[in-house]
């Protein structure tokens, strides 16, 4: 994995003894696309919705819930300081890659730090 240059900065401090306040771009950084947070967080958004809707043997998440470069990309509706919320639809495994209609949409908050779902706003049959 590829050091950013943010974190050989932050290493090259502490190296010397010096201490660095976060800037506003590495805060960004640590809650955006592709942060640690956020990949925990669409795992663990993914994960949920699998558990809720009877396991992988019968249930897929939508595409998009794989995207963990892009924090799920069409399926992260909101970030802020109250987490990922997350919306997506799933089905049968395979109903996308099969044309299939979704029979099962999910909407979920995941804390900022990406490790518990702070709520289930809704899992049931998909809403227009």
Request: hydrophobic share 40%; charged share 10%.
């Amino acid at each position: 994995m590829a050091l950013s240059s943010l974190t050989l900065a932050s290493l090259t401090l502490a190296n010397l003894g010096l201490v660095a306040a976060p800037t506003a771009t590495a805060m960004a950084q640590a809650t955006g696309p592709g942060s640690y947070s956020g990949v925990r967080a669409i795992n663990l958004a993914r994960n949920t919705a699998i558990k809720l809707n009877g396991g992988l043997s019968r249930y897929q998440p939508a595409a998009c819930m794989f995207n963990t470069s892009e924090n799920g990309g069409s399926c992260l509706v909101k970030l802020n300081q109250r987490g990922y919320l997350y919306r997506f639809r799933g089905g049968a495994p395979g109903w996308q890659q099969l044309g299939r209609p979704a029979t099962t949409e999910t909407e979920l908050l995941v804390s900022p730090d990406g490790r518990s779902v702070t709520q289930v706003l809704y899992n049931g049959a998909p809403r227009r």
